[in-house]
């Protein structure tokens, strides 16, 4: 095809669409075979012969019909599957460092919890026992104030006291603890 590569180059080169359209099925089937085997994707070695031939259009003018056309379409095929190859080991790379992130901040955060958890268990215990009953009572069974008034026979006033100051000490322990 070297003489009539060189024809239907001047043609390309000149902005002619079908010498273009035959330049393209001449090439498709081995130029695929090629990335094929470098990449062992078919779909994006596909990709890839689309877009070196879009770039071959829009640089037609540059075109050396004189030259190799085969050695200057398969020499870029080759550098581009090169570059996608390139581009999909860092690609996993940061993948991998993502996940070791996440893995990292997952296990952070629960040893945060795990912390914040015992920070809270202790403040519990430092509570009077009454107190450490209402707030059982509410938060554990989710009785009502008025449920937990007539168990205790106490006001409802005073279950609400209470709950309001358990709180209020515990969220003032946990936080000072996590300073």
């Known amino acids: 095809m070297d003489c009539l590569n060189e024809r239907i180059l001047r043609r390309v080169i000149q902005g002619d669409q079908a010498a273009f359209a035959e330049l393209y099925k001449y090439y498709r089937t081995p130029a695929l075979k090629f990335c ?13 012969i689309h877009e070196v031939f879009i770039k071959i259009w829009d ?3 540059q075109i050396n019909p004189t030259l190799n056309f085969t050695s200057y379409l398969f020499t870029c095929l080759r550098n581009m599957a090169f570059d996608h190859l390139k581009k999909m080991e860092k690609n996993n790379q940061l993948k991998q460092q993502y996940m070791e992130k996440m893995t990292a901040a997952r296990d952070e955060e629960l040893e945060d919890k795990e912390m914040k958890f015992q920070l809270l268990y202790t403040a519990v215990n430092l509570l009077s026992e009454k107190r450490k009953q209402i707030l059982f009572l509410n938060i554990e069974e ?3 104030y008025q449920e937990i ?8 006033n005073t279950v609400k006291n209470q709950l309001v100051k358990a709180k209020q000490f515990l969220r003032e322990k946990v936080d000072m603890a996590a300073l």
């Open 36 to 48: 094929i085997t470098l990449l062992k994707d078919e779909e994006e070695a596909e990709n890839m």
């Open 59 to 61: 640089r037609r003018s």
């Open 142 to 144: 989710g009785k009502s």
């Open 149 to 156: 008034a007539e168990m205790l026979m106490i006001s409802k």
